[in-house]
T-cell receptor, first 116, second 113 residues
Framework: AQKITQTQPGMFVQEKEAVTLDCTYDTSDQSYGLFWYKQPSSGEMIFLIY??????QNATEGRYSLNFQKARKSANLVISASQLGDSAMYFC?????????????FGTGTRLTVIP | EAGVVQSPRYKIIEKKQPVAFWCNPISGHNTLYWYLQNLGQGPELLIR????????DSQLPKDRFSAERLKGVDSTLKIQPAELGDSAVYLC???????????FGEGSRLTVL
């Protein structure tokens, strides 16, 4: 079975500072993908970044980077130079290609608040 | 390119009433998902379609929930009859390929009184 754990219900960060949102996962599959989504108050889930289990380098997309530590089964999201618009819910998700049947499973989320 | 479109955005009904949600995925996206999101939780998969075929509906409560995706494009999710515990946001998502990222609509927020 797939499991995604986000242990931080809420996080605060000062504007322009960096913040790390934690995510650990559990799967017996060798091939899987890890995703981060942002959900602002409008409700839409916005894709941020993706990391494949066989990718050797950490994924980066603009101010977002994914700190992938395969042995520890962690996939933390790092947001650099936080902006007020970054205030939202952030969800870590995993797709396991075999036992997960390619479905996307989500964690419970972390609410990030950026303080001016 | 238009995103995933869902309607209605908000729906308030009394328990035991039926309700239906509609989703129009991004053009060319063969895979369509319906997710349920309870307040303060992450989305949970209800059903996944590959074209017209429901390839995973193991989490869909089939006694009251039904879904269809005619012609492999638009999809409808129905609840009949609705219960108080069905109050949630129903999210539709689509992807171009099975391993691709999911694009979500804004969701349909259901309140059952």
């Amino acid at each position: 079975a797939q499991k995604i754990t986000q242990t931080q219900p809420g996080m605060f960060v000062q504007e322009k500072e960096a913040v790390t949102l934690d995510c650990t996962y559990d799967t017996s599959d060798q091939s899987y993908g890890l995703f981060w989504y942002k959900q602002p108050s409008s409700g839409e889930m916005i894709f941020l970044i993706y990391q494949g289990s066989y990718d050797e380098q950490n994924a980066t997309e603009g101010r977002y980077s994914l700190n992938f530590q395969k042995a520890r089964k962690s996939a933390n999201l790092v947001i650099s130079a936080s902006q007020l618009g970054d205030s939202a819910m952030y969800f870590c998700a995993m797709r396991a290609d075999q036992t997960g049947a390619n479905n996307l499973f989500f964690g419970t989320g972390t609410r990030l608040t950026v303080i001016p | 390119e238009a995103g995933v479109v869902q309607s209605p955005r908000y729906k308030i009904i009394e328990k035991k009433q039926p309700v239906a949600f509609w989703c129009n995925p991004i053009s060319g996206h063969n895979t369509l998902y319906w997710y349920l999101q309870n307040l303060g939780q992450g989305p949970e998969l209800l059903i996944r379609y590959e074209n017209e075929e429901a390839v995973d509906d193991s989490q869909l409560p089939k006694d009251r929930f039904s879904a269809e995706r005619l012609k492999g494009v638009d999809s409808t999710l129905k609840i009949q009859p609705a219960e108080l515990g069905d109050s949630a946001v129903y999210l539709c998502a689509s992807s171009k390929k099975i391993t691709g990222e999911l694009f979500f609509g804004e969701g349909s927020r259901l309140t059952v009184l």
